[in-house]
């Protein structure tokens, strides 16, 4: 493991899933996907690549009922909690790098995640995001039109910003921009200062 994720895999990443485990924060997640779902496209497998304790995928489920749902986090205790709040779910204890498979999923989900990847190692992720997808990805993270470093909770090389949707276009040319949107810390239902864009496959792979 790298450095970033001994961090997340460790006391810090523990920490982490009662720091955003609450009623409220789940009611706000659940009205941003509603948000960015309003016109429920036709998903039927979805993946979450950091997935902690399932929030995103809980919320996903109320408006893709008949989904079925595969989550990826390195965060062993995330992972024992997750798969006691849903054991229909497909938890896979992993590294995003390390994580393989052979099937295809209709949405692949980052939400604040990929500003935790060590920047040497996007490439490679991107490679995953798209390779794990059929059709949509949905990107959710701090945004930046240069890349930045962030001092996170005084820790040091554990937060970056940057344009994820752009250089993962770049990447792969056959990705089209499907919609996009900023949600705002003050907002009705807030989720933090969240960018998100949601791409399609041109044709599917």
Known sequence: MNEQEKFWSGKFGDKYIYRNNSIKLQKNNDQFFKRIFHTKQKIKTILELGSNIGNNLLSLEKIFKKSSFTAVELNSKACRVLKKRKPDYNVENSTILNFKTSKKF??????????????????????????????????????????????????????????????????????????????????????????????????NS
């Open 106 to 203: 209709d949405l692949v989900l980052c939400k604040g995640v990929l500003i935790h990847i060590n920047p040497n190692q996007l490439k490679k992720v991107y490679e995953k995001i798209y390779s794990f997808s059929n059709k949509y990805i949905l990107l959710a993270e701090y945004f930046s039109p240069n890349p930045e470093k962030i001092i996170y909770r005084r820790h040091k090389n554990k937060l970056y910003k940057r344009d994820f949707a752009f250089e993962i276009m770049q990447n792969f040319k056959d990705l089209k921009l499907v919609d996009y949107g900023f949600v705002y810390h003050k907002d009705k239902y807030p989720v933090d200062n969240i960018n998100w864009f949601l791409l399609k496959k041109s044709s």
